[in-house]
C-alpha cells in the first residue's frame, strides 16, 4: 500500500500547475494560458490512466530555438535598451541570423516575467518593421507601481527573457479602406507604426492616414524622428493632443499647427473625421477607459461600431 501511495504521490508531482489570474495578459489570446493548461491537463490524465510517464515526454513549456510560437515560451536575448521618455524605453531583441518575427500587421506577443516568486504576463506589440531581420523591437511603459514594469525595469544587454505568440492583429489589406484614422494614447501607437510602415513602403497603396497621437506633454511624445518622417508622405497626417500642455508657444515651429491642448474630447473628434478625405476607418489603441471614450466620441461624429477596431 505504501509503494500505492508514493506512486500516486510521483503522479501528482508532474500534474500541470493551474495558471494564476496573474498570469493571463488580458489580451484575448489563442491558445490562451489556460488553454495550453487544459491540454497539458488532458495529457497528464491520459498518461497517468495509462500509468505511462513516457506520454508526458512531449510537454514542453519553453523552447530554446529562437522560433516565435503561440503555444510555448521561447528565449530571445536583450541587445540594446534605450529610454525614451522618463518611463518609457525601447527595447531590441536578437533573432537569429537574417530571419523575422512571423507577425502580420499591429499582432502582438506575451512576455512572461517571474516577480517575488509571482508568474505574469502582458502583451507588447512590436513596433520594428515587418521586414526586419536579424532583430525585433518593443516599446515598453515602465509604471512605477506596476509588478512587470519592476521585471522589466532590470534589464540590460544579454538578458534573456521570454516570448510566445504572435497573437490578435488587425487584418490590414493596402487599399482596402480609403482611409484609417489611427487614435493612439501613449504606447498604444505601438500597432500603429508597423501598419503606417507598411503603408508608405508600399507604392501602389494610396490609404490616406490620420494619426492622432495623445500623450501628456511635448516632451513624452515617442518616437519623434520616426513619426516626422512618416508626416512627410503625402497621404500620411499626424496630429498631437497634449493633455498637460497649457500653450503651444513652447513647442517648436513645426509641431505647433498639427497640435492640440487638452484632451482629445467630442467637440474636438467631430473636427478631425470631418478634416479627413473619406470617409474613415477607425483603429483605436489605450487603455480601456480610452477605448470606450474614443468610440462615444465617434459615434457621436457618426461613425459606426462596424467601421472601427480596438486593439
Known sequence: LQAMGDKEQDWLALRPQEPSPSQCCGSGCKPCIYDVYEKELAQWERAKAMQDKSLLMGKKEQSNNSELNPDTFTAFSVSSVEQLTEDTYQYKFELPGKSSLPLSLGQ???LRGVVNGLEIQRAYTPISPRNAEGY???????YEAGLMS?????????????????FGGFPYQPNKHGELLMLASGTGLAPMIPILQSITDDEEDETFVTLVGCFPTFDRIYL??????????????IFYVLSQESSLEKLPQSYQENTYTGRLNEDLMKTIVNSCRRKPFVLICGSSAFNEDMSRYLKAAGIEENSCFVF
Open 108 to 110: 502582438h506577443i506575451v
Open 136 to 142: 525585433f523591437e518593443v516599446l515598453i511603459k515602465c
Open 224 to 237: 519623434k524622428p520616426l513619426l516626422q518622417d512618416l508626416a512627410r508622405y503625402w497621404n500620411i497626417r
Open 150 to 166: 519592476q521585471y522589466i525595469k532590470t534589464w540590460k544587454r544579454g538578458d534573456v527573457v521570454f516570448w510566445r505568440g504572435p
